[in-house]
């Protein structure tokens, strides 16, 4: 179970190869069907990404866990170089075959965001930004990302993550659709049940409709995803609780219909120490 009070790493070394193996088979149908990004992407997540990361021509980039690299290339399109890593070999060559037209401006590379050393690797104070887009909640643990992110920054640059928001959007909650008979006039009404949060265990869920499998969510209240930042030095200085528009029509049981809760969080983050191996 998670810690309430930090991300713990799971007593199940053999979980981060079943969510390896997971996302390199369902790869293919995620890249199909996402493209160049769905709804969550083109309205909360990219929007959201951008607006915090803020990214300026030239700079160096560092996508962790990239998927078919939609949000990479937008970055080179913004003017950045990107290096983009994903523990998926097959998502890798599914961003690769999206970006032919982006070799002098993307590098892809297979890196699991869980191997410090890994990461390390990367190099040392190399890049101006790292961005992580809905995927801290895929990762066993995000200890050994949040303690490398100071080490790989430049002096003065920032990390900026979206994730699932843990309050309202986890596998502790469920989409309610309700009849209402208010006063002999009948309205439907849609709410969000909330039934576990502090101590939610990891569990798998689907991600996209129609999916061939459905892949591990490691649930982290809020607390325990900022608090492991700041144990490593990472302030935060930048937050975002995009939502959808008000719909023209409810759709049960879609987050079009929830315009007043947010489905996602995002936060930028700076160093404030240096990486101490």
């Known amino acids: 179970m998670v810690s309430t009070n930090a991300d713990t790493p799971l007593d199940r070394p053999d979980l981060n190869d079943e969510t390896r193996d997971i996302w390199n ?21 990219g929007p959201a990404a951008e607006r915090l990361l803020d990214v300026q021509p030239g700079e160096t980039i560092l996508d962790i866990a990239c998927g078919n690299g939609q949000f990479t290339r937008r970055m080179a399109d913004l003017g950045a170089r990107v290096s983009a890593t994903d523990f998926s070999e097959r998502f890798l060559d599914r961003a690769r075959s999206r970006s032919a037209a982006y070799a002098d401006r993307i590098e892809y590379r297979q890196v699991d965001a869980t191997d410090a050393e890994a990461l390390a690797a990367l190099g040392n104070q190399r890049f101006d930004a790292i961005v992580c887009l809905m995927a801290l909640m895929d990762m066993t643990t995000i200890e050994p990302l ?5 080490h790989l920054l430049k002096p003065g640059g920032r990390f900026v993550f979206v994730i699932q928001h843990p309050c309202f959007n986890s596998n502790g909650v469920s989409m309610v659709s309700e009849l209402i008979d208010d006063g002999g006039e009948e309205h439907v009404t849609h709410s969000l049940k909330l039934s576990r949060y502090l101590t939610l265990p990891p569990g798998k869920g689907m991600g996209m409709p129609g999916e061939p499998a459905a892949h591990y969510y490691f649930h982290r209240p809020l607390h325990a995803v900022l608090g492991t930042a700041f144990r490593h030095g990472l302030v935060m200085d930048g937050i975002d609780e995009p939502a959808f528009p008000e719909p023209d029509e409810p759709r049960p049981f879609s987050w079009l219909t929830y315009s007043d809760i947010p489905p996602v969080f995002a936060a930028r ?9």
């Open 25 to 45: 088979a369902k790869a293919d149908f995620w890249d199909e069907r996402m493209g160049e990004g769905n709804a969550f992407h083109r309205q909360l997540v």
């Open 146 to 150: 949040m303690a490398t992110i100071p």
């Open 269 to 277: 983050l700076r160093a404030t120490t240096s990486f101490q191996p």
